[in-house]
Nanobody, 124 residues
Framework: QVQLVESGGGLVQAGGSLRLSCAASGRTFSAYTMGWFRQAPGKEREFVAAISASGGTTDYADSVRGRFTISRDNAKNTVNLQMNSLKPEDTAVYYC?????????????????WGQGTQVAVSS
């Protein structure tokens, strides 16, 4: 069982930066693939970024590649999403999620545990 709590969302102007954090409970955090997804109003939830259990492998959606960076600290049970050069189209609720394996990591149904989400709003 893993419980996830996101923080760090807020309102920022276009071109600005935000750092999202996700704190996980449970002794086996280091065994989980971690992902970030987002959902904008009226749209489906979409993949943003993922990181393997060891942190050695990452992947990004094309829309955020080069602007966002996912990282994790297994000693602190945290995963972060550094978001730079934010655009209005990045506005969404951002969710942290945990999966038991590094497989189909862009698919939300691969993830067994989800946080409650944190709102990110980017003004133009």
């Amino acid at each position: 069982q893993v419980q996830l709590v996101e923080s760090g969302g807020g309102l920022v102007q276009a071109g600005g930066s935000l750092r999202l954090s996700c704190a996980a409970s449970g002794r086996t955090f280091s065994a989980y693939t971690m992902g970030w997804f987002r959902q904008a109003p009226g749209k489906e939830r979409e993949f943003v970024a993922a990181i393997s259990a060891s942190g050695g492998t990452t992947d990004y959606a094309d829309s955020v590649r080069g602007r966002f960076t996912i990282s994790r600290d297994n000693a602190k049970n945290t995963v972060n999403l550094q978001m730079n050069s934010l655009k209005p189209e990045d506005t969404a609720v951002y969710y942290c999620a945990a999966a038991r394996r590094w497989f189909r990591w862009i698919h939300s149904d691969e993830y067994a545990y989800w946080g409650q989400g944190t709102q990110v709003a980017v003004s133009s």
